[in-house]
């Protein structure tokens, strides 16, 4: 008879909320395993949307976020508050999501209480240790503490064995993203948003657009709306939707470059549910972010980051996204090709998306029993 265990799920941001959703739902199902949720909320509201969304209700709430916080405040104050919990909660394994502060505090917190540390979305590496900046750091650190490494695909595995981590704590499951969702995107789902209302999703192709990347403020987020505009200027069936980052400084120069143009929908930064929907309706994507180079291709909409590099590479092999860089005349020359070459587009389109099929949280629930010895047989690992 298997004796009931606790495991602790700990994240602080927005898309940890979205990608750890599945494996708390997972786990709450679980007869055998009792689930306990900490947030450490260094984003607040974006956070707070996506619990009311999966209708999470954690059990600790350190609440550290506040105006001007600095990786120092998130890192000191999240690591003293949770001690405190796993102090009082005595779990018998915690679980920590990608790549941001709150994930290796919360594997460092664990480290130091001797609780084994389970990483969902083990393995990804840009190569750069200041670019994603703090993240790519945050990986590796949280790797080093790590026990059970769930990555999402074999390019994560080959990563972590690269580095020395033991083949038999790695778990090949696929991503937890693509679980959460699609449960989320639906073809009748109607928006609220006002200005997204009025947008002829049938007669103008929408660019989805969003940037927040730190390495990328100043001159580099400039070529890129500079490149946007002149996109936006060059076809007049497209209209170009930004939800526009809360960051003052990404906030001024795009206000100063695409304010003022037609067919650029600025509006606020949206809840998960009517962004992916949005992507859903979307023609194209351009972005800095991470999660979108994993999202986006599942719903066959091609991607062009905007960064120098990726610790996504496995998108650019398949072929759903491509690496643009920050400069205006590559964004410029590769958003044009994909809108006047429809076999160039369709090409990114039907690619194959290596990243899941939305059986990843009941992989890593496998993957936990067979680490506690509840199942013989390791469970088979994703493959695209």
């Given at each position: 008879?298997?004796?009931?265990?606790?495991?602790?799920?700990?994240?602080?941001?927005?898309?940890?909320?979205?990608?750890?959703?599945?494996?708390?739902?997972?786990?709450?199902?679980?007869?055998?395993?009792?689930?306990?949720?900490?947030?450490?909320?260094?984003?607040?509201?974006?956070?707070?949307?996506?619990?009311?969304?999966?209708?999470?209700?954690?059990?600790?709430?350190?609440?550290?976020?506040?105006?001007?916080?600095?990786?120092?405040?998130?890192?000191?104050?999240?690591l003293l508050g949770l001690r405190d919990i796993l102090q009082e909660d005595k779990p018998d394994m915690v679980l920590v999501h990608g790549d941001t502060t709150t994930t290796f505090v919360g594997s460092l917190a664990a480290f130091y209480e001797q609780i084994p540390v389970g990483h969902v979305e083990a393995g990804l590496r840009s190569g750069d240790k200041y670019s994603p900046f703090p993240?790519?750091?945050?990986?590796?650190?949280?790797?080093?503490?790590?026990?059970?490494?769930?990555?999402?695909?074999?390019?994560?595995?080959?990563?972590?064995?690269?580095?020395?981590?033991?083949?038999?704590?790695?778990?090949?499951?696929?991503?937890?993203?693509?679980?959460?969702?699609?449960?989320?995107?639906?073809?009748?789902?109607?928006?609220?948003?006002?200005?997204?209302?009025?947008?002829?999703?049938?007669?103008?192709?929408?660019?989805?657009?969003?940037?927040?990347?730190?390495?990328?403020?100043?001159?580099?987020?400039?070529?890129?709306?500079?490149?946007?505009?002149?996109?936006?200027?060059?076809?007049?069936?497209?209209?170009?939707?930004?939800?526009?980052?809360?960051?003052?400084?990404?906030?001024?120069?795009?206000?100063?470059?695409?304010?003022?143009?037609?067919?650029?929908?600025?509006?606020?930064?949206?809840?998960?549910?009517?962004?992916?929907?949005?992507?859903?309706?979307?023609?194209?994507?351009?972005?800095?972010?991470?999660?979108?180079?994993?999202?986006?291709?599942?719903?066959?909409?091609?991607?062009?980051?905007?960064?120098?590099?990726?610790?996504?590479?496995?998108?650019?092999?398949?072929?759903?996204?491509?690496?643009?860089?920050?400069?205006?005349?590559?964004?410029?020359?590769?958003?044009?090709?994909?809108?006047?070459?429809?076999?160039?587009?369709?090409?990114?389109?039907?690619?194959?998306?290596?990243?899941?099929?939305?059986?990843?949280?009941?992989?890593?629930?496998?993957?936990?029993?067979?680490?506690?010895?509840?199942?013989?047989?390791?469970?088979?690992?994703?493959?695209?």
């Open positions: 008879m298997m004796e009931k265990r606790k495991i602790l799920v700990v994240f602080g941001t927005r898309p940890e909320a979205i990608k750890m959703a599945p494996v708390v739902k997972a786990l709450e199902q679980d007869e055998h395993i009792t689930c306990r949720v900490a947030v450490t909320a260094q984003h607040r509201e974006m956070l707070d949307q996506v619990l009311h969304l999966f209708a999470i209700q954690p059990h600790y709430d350190l609440n550290i976020m506040k105006a001007g916080q600095t990786l120092y405040d998130i890192t000191s104050r999240a993240e790519e750091l945050n990986r590796r650190l949280t790797g080093v503490i790590s026990t059970l490494h769930f990555a999402p695909t074999t390019q994560a595995r080959e990563n972590l064995l690269r580095e020395g981590l033991g083949e038999d704590n790695i778990y090949i499951t696929g991503n937890t993203v693509i679980d959460a969702l699609l449960e989320t995107v639906g073809d009748t789902y109607e928006f609220q948003e006002p200005a997204l209302k009025k947008l002829d999703f049938q007669g103008q192709r929408v660019i989805t657009v969003t940037t927040h990347r730190r390495e990328n403020l100043g001159e580099p987020m400039r070529q890129m709306y500079r490149a946007m505009r002149d996109i936006v200027r060059e076809f007049p069936d497209v209209t170009l939707v930004f939800p526009v980052h809360k960051n003052p400084a990404v906030r001024a120069l795009v206000k100063e470059i695409l304010g003022a143009e037609e067919r650029v929908v600025l509006i606020e930064p949206l809840d998960y549910q009517p962004f992916v929907n949005l992507m859903n309706k979307s023609h194209l994507i351009l972005t800095d972010s991470g999660g979108l180079q994993e999202e986006a291709p599942s719903l066959g909409k091609p991607v062009l980051v905007l960064r120098e590099n990726t610790e996504r590479p496995e998108a650019v092999k398949a072929g759903t996204v491509q690496l643009v860089g920050t400069s205006y005349e590559k964004i410029y020359k590769t958003t044009k090709e994909l809108l006047s070459n429809e076999a160039a587009y369709e090409k990114m389109a039907q690619a194959v998306n290596p990243y899941g099929d939305g059986q990843t949280s009941a992989r890593i629930l496998e993957a936990i029993y067979h680490w506690w010895g509840w199942k013989e047989e390791k469970p088979q690992p994703f493959s695209r």
